[in-house]
């Protein structure tokens, strides 16, 4: 079975910082590619940043240079990383890994960036 846990998030105001993580089970953890992603209000959800197995990365434009993910292979966790938070970081935000053509997402965290 896999489950995807989530930790961190929050308020925080512009400028701050937050870290999320991501606790997964039931899977090869080391092998697959791990993705955050989220969800603002009255809007799509959208991938965010993105790892693969060797520790490559990707991210979308609007967070290049203030997120960063990471993953510890021995701890089965993923990470976000977010710096210089800003009002339009703010949604509802997800891991989620692509196993057997199905996707399993985590159970969302808040973030909410405000003064």
């Known amino acids: 079975q896999v489950r995807l846990v989530q930790s961190g998030g929050g308020l925080v105001q512009p400028g701050g910082s937050l870290r999320l993580s991501c606790a997964a089970s039931g899977i090869t953890f080391k092998i697959h590619t791990m993705d955050w992603n989220r969800q603002a209000p009255g809007k799509q959800r959208e991938l965010v940043a993105r790892?693969?197995?060797?520790?490559?990365?990707n991210y979308t434009d609007s967070v290049k240079g203030r997120f960063t993910i990471s993953r510890d292979n021995a701890r089965n966790m993923v990470y976000l990383q977010m710096n210089n938070l800003k009002p339009e970081d703010t949604g509802v935000y997800y891991c989620?890994?692509?196993?057997?053509?199905?996707?399993?997402w985590g159970q969302g965290t808040q973030v909410t960036v405000s003064s």
């Open positions: 989620s890994v692509d196993r057997a053509a199905r996707v399993y």
């Open positions: 790892i693969d197995s060797r520790g490559s990365t």
